[in-house]
């Protein structure tokens, strides 16, 4: 059980929202990004080659949901990904359309990249995307699977997001 911090409900643990008034429980897990993220802008000559992963857990049970961070966005984006979880922006492919967060405008593909599950593990692939699949700044090879660890940064052209793991057992 998950108790909300607002109203002090006790919601069962595969829930996102508070069952009585709404309020977002990946906020409330233990270890997820409200806990374990510090914000600090970086000054503007900062060289950002030297951004690296703080090497987060790459462990992904089958029981765990993904907490997708988009640059500008009020609220995060929690998924449980199966076999394979599109990024893009479509109408009828299975995973996150990005279209209504300006994803055109930052060069994202209609399947850009996708999150795809390995044994109690996740992986980002880019699709041959034509603005490029970036993960901690370094490019991706099209259609080679990169392991993504909680706390990675994911760029879909311009388009910057942050990924953390959450849920099972935690």
Not at 88 to 99: A, V, Y
Request: net charge negative; proline share 6%.
């Amino acid at each position: 059980m998950i108790k909300c911090t607002n109203c002090q409900h006790e919601n069962p643990t595969d829930k996102f929202k508070c069952e009585n008034c709404e309020h977002p429980l990946w906020e409330d897990i233990p270890g997820t990004a409200s806990e374990t993220t510090m914000i600090q802008k970086l000054p503007e000559n900062f060289p950002r080659g030297s951004i690296k992963s703080g090497w987060g857990t790459s462990t992904f049970e089958p029981t765990n949901f993904v907490i997708l961070h988009i640059k500008e966005a009020r609220e995060p984006i929690i998924v449980r990904p199966e076999e394979e979880y599109v990024l893009g922006r479509f109408d009828t492919e299975k995973g996150l359309n990005l279209t209504e967060y300006d994803a055109l405008s930052k060069g994202v593909s209609r399947a850009h990249a996708a999150l795809r599950r390995g044994d109690e593990m996740l992986f980002l692939v880019d699709l041959g995307s034509t603005n490029g699949t970036f993960l901690n700044e370094q490019q991706l090879t099209p259609n080679q699977p990169r392991l993504l660890r909680s706390g990675d940064q994911i760029r879909l052209g311009q388009f910057v997001l942050h990924v953390y793991f959450s849920g099972g057992d935690a």
